[in-house]
């Protein structure tokens, strides 16, 4: 039984646009490495060493931007609210893709590099905790999944307009059209900003409940029998659920010391290392090599030319439709199975593409070759279908409220800081030791399995406050998705607030009746 809304279809994709600018200015400078025009403007096509160092330096430099993001993100998204944070990240991002569109040396590509890399650091932590937050537990793997599908989305249409780029005979059209396109999708979610509402459980936080009713009212719908939507009772439980957890979160915080506990309470530290955790592993598959570096790939494999470009354009495609798979799927299958067999399949593939390229690199057997590209591909439908979409809901839904800002961006820092050491030594471990650097990802990855298969608990079905359980902290209200929605007429928070003291009271008077009790309030 369906409990979103149009209006909560509608919020989730506007929030895309954010996803959709991570992944776009994430995956364009794969293409721009290959292009001729950059190569030969920046004058990386005469000197390997130095056209080596400079590609790691460009992909170093984003991701330590993006972790600068994160952190930036984990501060503001408390005090400012989810809705200025996700404008100011789009800000910085449309100004970062600005400058590189428009940069003249080295050096002003490599800060506007930074500059972007700050604010989709703070788009992809951002978005998905949005989304988590007005997302029912029934959907929320589909409706947050959006935020990885869409981020491979972008990852596409920046290989195909790099595809297309390509055959310009204007060299410098080649490289700065692509960079200059990455400003449209923040542009566009500035746009659409002023029909986006700011998160309900950010507003209870602030003790804003009736702002906070009034769009949790809207989120949620049944329909029933006849396929019409009509008000639910869900939004009520759900909205009282809220409300019990955030009062009691409020005052378990204040009487524990307050922010130092993210690390000294235990089952907050857990879910930190976990988060963090779940993004590291991600990354220690070698998807990020494996994606930025795949030009030098596909060469080593005797594919030259605008073929290396469609099959780049065409491998981001696959990873976009597993993508969406990924996200119908997790809430039938679970986070935890998906990612787990998501982890496998890439360790598999990749031993396999590590075998045909000791054996193949550099021949000209073409059957060899082929079932290189064939496990390629097998990778990224792994990584997309069972991983990338997947490691932000869980990330985005195991933090209580109070401290999901926080949460995810430490989270977010396990994917930047791990990018940063593995895409930094890629271009000379390629150039060096070649398929040798895969093996470092094949054991990782067997250890990842064995930690997420013993330690990870499963947040399938469950709402954000019932997730509190598995990590042996307290939950203000039980409630089942199972309960039969009835018809009702408008309920206010001050309705649910009094019920709340009725029943309150109940407790503490056993003896009085239902009647009694309202009349005393």
Known sequence: MAHYSAYNIRIILVLTLGSLTYGYAFSVITNTLGQPGFLSYFNLDSNASYANQIEGAVNGIFSAGGTFGALTVGY??????????????????????????????????????????WGIGMMVVLIPIYQ??????????????????????????????????????????????????????????????????????????????????????????????????????????????????VEMDSKAWAAGGGARQIFTKPSYRKRMLMGFFTQYSAQATGAMVVNNYIVNLYKGLGIT???????????????????????????????????????????????????????????????????????????????????????YVYCSEIFPTHIRSQGMAFSMIGTFLSTVVFLEAGPTALAHIRWNYYIMFIGLTVVDIAVMWYYFPETKGLSLEEINAKFNDEVAVHFSEADVPTKIGDVTPSDITNRDKVEDERLEHPNLSSSSLHRRM
């Open 132 to 245: 988590a937050e007005i997302s029912p537990p029934s959907s929320r793997g589909l409706l947050v999944g959006q935020h990885g599908a869409w981020i491979v989305l972008g990852y596409a249409i920046a290989s195909w307009v790099g595809v297309g780029t390509y055959y310009s005979s204007n060299l410098s059209f080649q490289w700065r059209f692509p960079l200059a396109l990455q400003c449209a999708s923040p542009l566009a979610l500035i746009c659409c900003s002023p029909w986006v509402p700011e998160s309900p459980r950010w507003l209870l936080m602030q003790g804003r409940q009736e702002e906070s009713w009034g769009i949790v009212s809207r989120l949620h719908v049944d329909i029933d029998g006849t396929g019409s939507e009509m008000k639910s009772s869900y939004a009520q439980k759900e909205f009282h659920q809220m409300i019990k957890q």
């Open 76 to 117: 503001m998204c408390d005090i400012y609210g989810r809705k200025i944070t996700m404008n100011t990240a789009a800000i910085i991002s449309l100004v970062g893709g600005a400058l590189q569109a428009g940069s003249i040396n080295t050096a002003m590509f490599l800060v506007a590099r930074f500059i972007t890399g």
């Open 305 to 391: 030319g605008g073929m290396v470009l469609i099959l780049g354009a065409l491998y981001v495609t696959v990873a976009t439709a597993a993508n969406f798979l990924a996200s119908v799927l997790m809430d039938h299958v679970g986070r935890v199975r998906l990612l787990i067999i998501g982890l496998t399949g890439c360790m598999l593939s990749l031993s396999f593409e590590c075998a045909m390229e000791a054996q193949f690199a550099g021949t000209s057997n073409r059957t060899g070759n082929a079932f290189g590209v064939f496990f390629i591909f097998t990778f990224i439908f792994f990584y997309a279908g069972g991983i990338d979409a997947t490691s």
